[in-house]
Nanobody, 121 residues
Framework: EVQLVESGGDLVQPGGSLRLSCGAS????????MTWVRQAPGKELEWVSS????????MYAGSMKGRFTVFRDNAKNALYLQMNSLKPEDTAVYYC??????????????RGQGTQVTVSS
């Protein structure tokens, strides 16, 4: 059974940083591209970032580029999202998801339960 478990969400002040983690199990983690998506209250699911199966290629949505960094540790079956210079508009539930290909967008095969990130003073 594919399982994805996010953690690391918290309340943080504007300009602060957070690192989200996603633990994967039930599949060969290193054989799949992964993605982060988020959903703010009352808004549609939004693509954040994607990373290739080997971690060598990454992509970011325009508003996250330069502030967010996605990386993975295939030996630990773990995916990460380092978020810096956080803004109130980054407030959302963040999900990690397994994708069939390395691409952008909100399509995925499996998704975790999410972790809440709140950016507020």
């Amino acid at each position: 059974e594919v399982q994805l478990v996010e953690s690391g969400g918290d309340l943080v002040q504007p300009g602060g940083s957070l690192r989200l983690s996603c633990g994967a199990s039930g599949f060969t983690f290193g054989g799949y591209a992964m993605t982060w998506v988020r959903q703010a209250p009352g808004k549609e699911l939004e693509w954040v970032s994607s990373i290739s199966d080997d971690g060598l290629r990454t992509m970011y949505a325009g508003s996250m580029k330069g502030r967010f960094t996605v990386f993975r540790d295939n030996a630990k079956n773990a995916l990460y999202l380092q978020m810096n210079s956080l803004k109130p508009e980054d407030t959302a539930v963040y999900y990690c998801a397994r994708t069939s290909t390395f691409s952008f967008g909100t399509e995925y095969e499996y998704r975790g339960q999410g972790t809440q990130v709140t950016v507020s003073s």
